[in-house]
């Protein structure tokens, strides 16, 4: 069995403990899970154990009872949701500005009895994965662990940071995990968490799950790249209306997905061009079904303009849900093999600024190779 | 040297021989040259010996003559141009129904002594490399040689097939060639060429150079495919206002382009669905710059639709001359290394239909690695 | 009250069906209906008395039952369908090639005597209003009403304007009726039938009911000439999944569609261009929300060339069904007003080829400010 | 003769210049001109007398040697414009953070000396019409004409604010002249200007020119309108690479864009809906050619939902250069009429923002039917 802990109890959160379960009952094909049954994990095997917020109105609610208020799907809640409920979990101001009233465990206990108490949840529940999808936040790497460890002991550190240290505690304490950073703080991409983890006998994936436009991006370079066309500028707008854009439609907030996207371009095409890729804006309708446009601009042979224009609609919070159907059971893998501290080919494929700092980004479709290779896996369409 | 002959005069012959030229003076950078600089050839290495066409108003001109009436592009036609001259071909009915009059030299002298005729005319001009981009023609494979050479004797073949015969001729009784078909007529995809070059010691590459949104089509569906989202419908419309869009407005052309297409999708994905993707009409005023617009619609996580839609101006001519340029040298490098009868790495990559027949269709991304492979080349942005 | 038949109980009539009954029972707001409540007769007054059609699966069938198995939209279906069913209509070879089998009343009776007995049922329900949606079938305009009748006594004509002569009839012996010929064959486009139906009292609207793409296009085009932008080229395709686009797909039925659109943007830019605008193909998996892709050129001011692309999913029976609900209305208004004939305010805001024929095409915006005069209504919004 | 004078020797000034000069030559057709030669007043009566800008590598040069630098388009750069020489105007920190070196002429004389000395060149050039076309600044209406006198006194007011001013001193003291606000700056929606212009005898035209997109979204959303069509969402994004965009992309003055295009949607449709509608970002590759991508979700009949996708190229500078050379005409007339103050009908179709202030927003199609009226000129393609 893979324990899983959830870490915001948000949209995405429910899209993959609703999915998970009509998977396990044969209710629904597994689509949108980039290794399905090729990985030796079965579906049956992964199950949710327990999940946090800080959102008032969800704490002590079952996963079954949110799922009825905001899931909005084809097919009916799996009533084996009703078995899971939302615990308070570490706040850390980590929901400033965001429209709903949240608190703590830290603001009654102090956070240093918070987090032993917790972590006691942790060992209680057996806990193998864990899975951060709490709303994007401001937050800057660390890079040095000893100012890791001081930023923890002072309460200085974000809501994700603290949870991600209590992931590599949990590890180096009672059993190795995995905490899989699914949004863009810097975890896998900070050398003190890659350093501590190592340290601790854990795995950290991240950073951002690589859902939407972003990694169908790179793969246009890559195809582009590959025809040698001089790509000359590029431009892609995201605006959708679920809590992720409302968050991101703060400006403080909007900064982190920018420097996700910023080095892609240059590593894949082997040199720099203008580009302007970012969440745009928060349009309420569109609700979790995101409008994402894009240009792409590039000189063929003979100095001919071409043009590229993309229009696309995704389910955000679905995409997301599906890549963590795998990387729940990659960490579980992780962990059997010992490959402590963060893994590149799993991070290159799934995320969108894959760890740990300094790695080259590559385009999916290498990153897709990559992750095949390290897993031993072959694809049967490809003739030798 | 690399010496060529061009097997039809029209837009994509005129690019490449301007493109090509400027290329050698450093008037233009390799932008859409794939392999640019990677290839030991160097750009300066290939000459372009002569022409054919059937044109009336174009056999006897210079190619800059040529280039001065159609070529609209930036910079000046290059005066080495004035040196050659579009002489005579082989017509056998190829340009029904097109806009010009047209005469071939069989009408005059019979099949058999023009095509001897032209032969002789190769070997006096040492000739290494041919290129087949003569207006779509509605041809179906043959498949049995002795059938084929009696195809040949009687004068039941297409012009497009009566040159890669005559290719093959060449090769046997003279010095090794290529033959690159870039339109669609099946010659790497007819069993009797394959074998026929095999015997006769020479190449042929093909079949329909992959410019436009076809190879983009194959390596977003790669996208799709490992991501396991489920892809339910594609549909893709091109339409243009050069000639080949003209041919390809008659239904009886425009077959070719729709065989071209079909088994791509399934080869892909692992399953077959809808899809409705083909030259779809002529617009004059859109010229070369042709305008394609593309739905793919997939399941995703959870069994929700995303829907992708493209919208893309391609120069037309461009993409394929830019092609030719690497292929040209393929040519010559397949011949030195003895690679007789066709090379799928090669095809594979650069054509919508890639012999030999029979060849599993595979996305550009994965034909890019195959091709890398069998030059052996490395890719040094991706890290081992 | 307006007693309403329908004529082909296809999609768009299901979705009229459905529409009207959830309208009058106010359990969906009055979207997609041009004048809603500023015309004076109410939803309530409209009631559908009986449905033509010949194919054999449908026959006999409540609408109920037929929306049970194609109508997929939000709500329930009203059971008051239950009380309406198909009757087997004219046939007259009409569904040729469709994928289903069919069997006029003709076939059993001769057309004389099925012709009768199916008007004496139009007397007995004291039929107001014909409504044709069947599928788009080829014809031409006979446009002398002696060969007309002629032709309906050699039972020569299609079943449109079978159907068209017989609501001719009926009007002339019993009472006056609107025909509201709702596709593309020419009956408000037909000098014969005009001149018929201002003889029989009766009214004829057509032809070709303005939903998708093409009013659009009308007014895009409007707005160019309003600015003087010089548009060099309009490109635009349409593919979908419902039997139309299946029927469309039929060389010989496309036909049909091309004639409706040809003479409009020279009507509106004054001023002919080279255009493709047609249904281009049939993808199952679209269903009934069609897909539209789009391009216009255009000249700005110093010459500088602009593009306008337009890409869109419309639901393509909804879209005829609302325009319906105040069709059925205006044909009952302009029988009280005695507008014999055709009603050319009428049409030109709801059909793409409003008759009568050899009627300028204007825009949609101009058509609407017709129409509301036509009414003696006026708009709200607009300062005087 | 019209005398007139720009203000803002910008891309849109050359674009203006340029195009009007070869208009005048007979060297382009007026595509662009929305009235072209329906106006009474002929291309050849209107004169560039003078350029006012603050940038010091353009004053003191002529709009020729401006133009070799900037202009990229067909043609050649007509050599009458070596006569127009550009002169040092108003500064008042109109570019701060502008990428150049900029000096006003009140920073050597004083405010009032150089208000005086400007009037006094206007008064021997014997204006007619000031365009202003210099770049987006931030600020907010006064609606109080002593509060706008003092400011003027006190030099608190902005660039735009002061030209406007001195265009009314120019008016009462010496001849009617018209200022076209060409601009998000609120002139002609500042009541204290309006009182101002009319107490002067003068013309104030404005607020910013209607380009672009959102004159296009207008149109639509009355199109959807007179269908009853339920909008439930609108985006539209813009991103250029010219010095407009660089200076929206600066958050103070990216206000300005937001505030003019608020209320129309409420005003076309009679409701409001959520909409993101702003100018989104700088690109520099894009140039002039701004990239525009839009969404507009509407429920059709039945509650279905239907998307528009609107993806747009568009020649930012030409669009407005070519209403600048209908405006100028009609101030002229305006000033022959003296329809001193504003004129609404002229606003209303060629500004985003059109003044009176409370004015409410039509669509521009309306807006055509009220400008052709005022000019009493008839739509001859339209059928009584």
Known sequence: ??????????????????????????????????????????????????????????????????????????????????????????????????????????????????????????????????????????????????ELQRGFENADLTASQTYAYMAALYSAKYKSAAFINAIPSPIANDNAFVELYKKSRGVVFGDDGATGATPLTADLLEHLYERSRRVIGVAQFNIGGNMDFYALNMPERNIMKKITKSSMIEDILGYNIPNYIRPTGYLEPLGDKKFVAMIIEYMSFGEFKDEIYIVARINDSPALAGLLVDL?????????????????????????????PGSRAISKFHAYLKLLKWLGLRDMRIPE
Do not use: C
């Open 1 to 146: 069995m893979i324990r899983v802990v959830l870490i915001g109890q948000g949209l995405v959160a429910t899209h993959f403990a609703v999915g998970l379960e009509r998977l396990k009952n044969n209710e629904i094909p597994d689509h949108g899970v980039p290794l399905g049954t090729k990985l030796p994990l079965k579906y049956s095997e992964v199950e949710i154990v327990a999940s946090y917020d800080v959102d008032e109105s969800k704490i002590g609610k079952s996963l079954y009872e949110i799922a009825k208020k905001s899931y909005e799907g084809p097919g009916d809640i799996p009533r084996t949701l009703k078995d899971i409920y939302v615990r308070r979990g570490i706040h850390l101001a980590s929901t400033r500005g965001l429209p709903f009233r949240a608190k703590g465990r830290e603001e009654d206990l102090g956070l240093k009895r918070a987090v032993e108490e917790i972590i006691d949840e942790w060992r209680e529940l057996d806990v193998d994965v864990l899975v951060n999808i709490m709303t994007t936040e401001p937050v800057e790497p660390i890079n040095d662990i000893e």
């Open 328 to 356: 729940v059971r990659l960490g579980k893998i992780a962990i059997e093999r010992e490959a402590y501290g963060t893994v590149y080919e799993v991070n290159a494929f799934y995320m969108k600024r894959p760890g740990p």
